[in-house]
């Protein structure tokens, strides 16, 4: 393996690879300027320096010197105070109260692996450099080593820093960003997702505005009001074309993503932990790490930069021993009987759920003791005396009696007022003291910073999972945090609790994940509210939105797919009328807004289950037949609009191209539709496997597929044509010849 990190005599480094070149050095006064991210340059290390040394008027100049200014030199971990007026990377004070910081380049290391990080999750090294360059604030004697890896096959590049504080005193952290991006003047445009229950990854796409732009979370949960992740993009960059410069976070708590143009157009993101209402006592000796910033440079527009994440992600995040396996298709009893479930009811679900050949059953919510509706019994992890009166592993091994893996749901984090648990332990929820704590669907979030409280979760999750016959658990969390408090914790610390949170969360998921590795957890947040990488990383798939209208799903999907490859994406076929808009739609175009999601299924009772029967059965078991291609394939945006979708997926393997069109609002006279498809072998014929028509690659990415006819007419030619009516979809299989 070439080298990927090169360093220069000079103190010049250059990380790259076939994606990117990504080029800073130590400047001559010590700091460590940005020089280069973009495409990969043959000489790195002799790339030009872009920032210009000249006397600007009214500018704050660097430790007294001539023609050097913070406020406009691109750097790598910006601090406030000594001339750059921008939002810093670091902020935070000592203990005689100096805020002032300034980091100067001390050593630097190179290593051919990359480390864990220790409390947080971390994607997985393989075939990669990381290069950690320490610098160190001589006055506060802080240390801050920044922590940069780089792929050989990866057009990823991750970031964190770890601060240490090597003072005989407390120094006190107020901003510890995972990252800092300095770009150079350009017109540039935001693409951001933000979002609500059951309306999640809405896309927003703006320009850059002057002054600064933030997508963040004090919510306790990345949540889906605005998703961990900001693209900014080159002016009028499409699916096709354009550079784009995109950013996540390995992270699932109150993040913060800024965007920030200064006042020479410049552009600088920061990514990590929100720096609202934080704030972390650094001890004497002490270490603390920020979570993991992944960002993607590519000129490939938005496709392009689809394609980085979903390789790396498949590779590098989600948990490995389900990589490119097959997800079962299952029933959920949620929308099919809420909180009224039994036993006789799941049995009976089972036998149904079997007819028309789905692999799993998964009992959702209500199975536990006292809980009928939302008001009750979170906390208290053993099987309804009255309805479960077998238990749970009786059960699943009756379920597993009839053919079919039996999953489980659980929200862990959380306890109602009216449970044994918090009678027990009132002290063991996030809380204020003398404040009543707010409620959100009738529950207090418990306190996971505090060890006894995972301690608990995890002994009550671990009965029900040792009975060996659960394959599955849909790992729930359906409140944003209030009155985030820890008794847990001092005084002076209770701006650490949101953080402390999370690492307690992740040790808790660690612990169970590793106890039950082939168990498959479905991440689920009230569907999207807490989505990000950070959950992926135990997590092999995750419950995108209560949002089963394919209509609203449609948008869900196509917004998450930006990010996240359809490997990591649950979705069902819920009830009609929709439980959420009310609205009206055929099982197919149901069926077929998560037709490319890798875990499919339904959530539909037993009436539904008889009167759509033979519907399903073809349902499932294409759903079946194609498990195998919904993991490790591409996945391309071709046409989005408001009425109308058309998505390409390419298999792994790249023999077989399917193609999903909706057409959501019918109207007379349409214009004839096609769809350029992209990424196939232009020399190769595609057969069309409903009716064995031979379309040539090149044809079809060139010319295009003519999209099926929306028509209340009659079809004269041999044309194909789309359901009568609104909300139609149709499904194209091609077999590679
Ligand atoms: C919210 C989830 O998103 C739903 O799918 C369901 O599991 C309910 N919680 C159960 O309370």
């Not at 938005?302 to 299952?330: A, C, N, V």
């Not at 959920?332 to 006789?344: G, H, I, L, Q, S």
Request: aromatic share 12%; glycine share 8%.
């Amino acid at each position: 393996m070439p080298d990927l990190i090169q360093v220069s005599k000079d103190k010049t480094f250059a990380l790259t690879n076939r994606f990117f070149s990504y080029v800073f050095r130590v400047s001559p006064e010590g700091i460590l300027e940005h020089l280069h991210y973009g495409g990969p340059l043959s000489d790195p290390l002799n790339v030009s320096v872009h920032h210009i040394r000249t006397q600007r008027e009214v500018a704050s100049t660097f430790q007294g010197g001539k023609f050097f200014s913070l406020s406009d030199t691109p750097q790598e971990f910006p601090s406030f105070g000594t001339s750059d007026y921008r939002f810093p990377a670091l902020h935070g004070r000592n203990s005689d109260g100096n805020t002032v910081f300034s980091l100067h380049y001390k050593r630097h290391k190179i290593s051919k692996t990359k480390k864990p990080l220790k409390d947080l999750p971390s994607t997985r090294g393989g075939n990669c450099e990381t290069l950690v360059v320490t610098l160190e604030d001589p006055l506060h004697k802080l240390d801050v080593e920044l922590h940069y890896t780089i792929y050989q096959d990866f057009g990823v590049l991750v970031r964190s820093a770890k601060f240490k504080n090597k003072s005989d005193t407390e120094i006190q952290l107020q901003h510890a960003f995972s990252t800092a991006l300095d770009l150079p003047p350009a017109e540039y445009e935001i693409l951001h997702f933000h979002g609500t229950w059951s309306r999640e990854f809405n896309e927003e796409r703006i320009e850059v505005p002057k002054g600064r732009f933030v997508v963040d979370s004090a919510r306790g949960t990345s949540s889906a009001a605005h998703s961990p992740f900001v693209a900014i993009m080159q002016k009028g960059a499409s699916e096709a074309v354009g550079r784009v410069y995109a950013t996540t976070l390995v992270y699932s708590g109150n993040f913060s993503i800024n965007v920030e143009k200064g006042e020479f157009e410049d552009v600088r993101i920061l990514a990590g932990i929100n720096p609202f209402n934080f704030h972390w006592r650094l001890k004497p000796g002490k270490k603390f790490c920020t979570p993991e910033a992944l960002h993607v440079f590519t000129e490939d527009g938005l496709r392009g930069m689809s394609h980085i994440w979903h390789d790396f992600i498949r590779e590098k995040i989600s948990p490995p021993q389900f990589k490119y396996k097959p997800r079962p298709t299952y029933l959920n009893t949620w929308e099919a009987a809420y909180f009224d479930v039994n036993e006789d009811k799941v049995l009976a679900l089972a036998d149904k759920a079997k007819h028309v050949g789905v692999d799993m059953l998964v009992l959702d919510d209500g199975w536990f003791e006292g809980r009928k509706d939302d008001t009750s019994s979170l906390g208290d992890w053993v099987a309804d005396k009255e309805r479960f009166p077998n238990g749970i592993p009786w059960l699943a091994s009756k379920v597993k009696a009839k053919g079919l893996k039996f999953g489980i749901w659980f929200e862990p984090e959380m306890v109602n007022p009216r449970s044994m648990l918090f009678e027990k332990h009132p002290d063991w929820i996030l809380h204020v003291p003398g404040r009543k704590p707010s409620l959100g669907r009738n529950q207090l979030t418990l306190d996971l910073s505090r060890e006894e409280v995972t301690d608990y979760i995890f002994e009550k999750v671990d009965a029900i999972l040792s009975c060996g016959d659960i394959d599955y658990v849909k790992w729930d969390m359906n409140r944003n945090m209030t009155e985030v408090g820890s008794a847990g914790l001092a005084r002076n610390r209770q701006r650490e609790v949101s953080h402390r949170y999370m690492i307690g969360l992740y040790r808790l998921l660690k612990k169970l994940t590793a106890k039950y590795p082939d168990v498959l957890f479905e991440n689920c947040a009230s569907g999207g509210n807490r989505f990000d990488l950070g959950m992926l990383s135990f997590m092999p798939q995750t419950w995108t939105s209560d949002m089963c209208d394919p209509v609203g799903r449609l948008d869900i999907v196509n917004g998450a797919s930006y990010l996240f490859p359809l490997d990591v994406t649950a979705a069902y076929v819920g009830p009609s009328p929709n439980h959420q808009n009310g609205r009206v739609s055929s099982i197919q175009t149901r069926f077929m807004a998560g037709v490319f999601c890798a875990a499919r299924g339904m959530s539909l009772n037993e009436q539904d289950l008889a009167d759509n029967h033979e519907e399903l059965k073809e349902l499932m078991a294409f759903a079946k037949r194609t498990a195998p291609d919904m993991v490790g394939g591409r996945f391309d945006r071709l046409i989005k609009s408001d009425n109308e979708v058309c998505w390409q997926y390419t298999t792994r393997d790249q023999k077989t191209v399917y193609v999903a069109y909706f057409h959501i609002l019918a109207a007379p006279n349409l214009p004839f539709r096609r769809a350029r498809l992209v990424g196939l072998d232009g020399g190769a014929e595609y057969v069309l496997q409903e009716d064995k028509a031979k379309y040539q690659g090149d044809s079809l990415m060139n010319n295009g597929l003519p999209l099926p006819y929306v028509t209340t007419g009659h079809v004269k030619e041999n044309v194909r044509y789309m359901a009568k009516g609104d909300f139609s979809s149709y499904l194209f299989e091609f077999t590679k010849k």
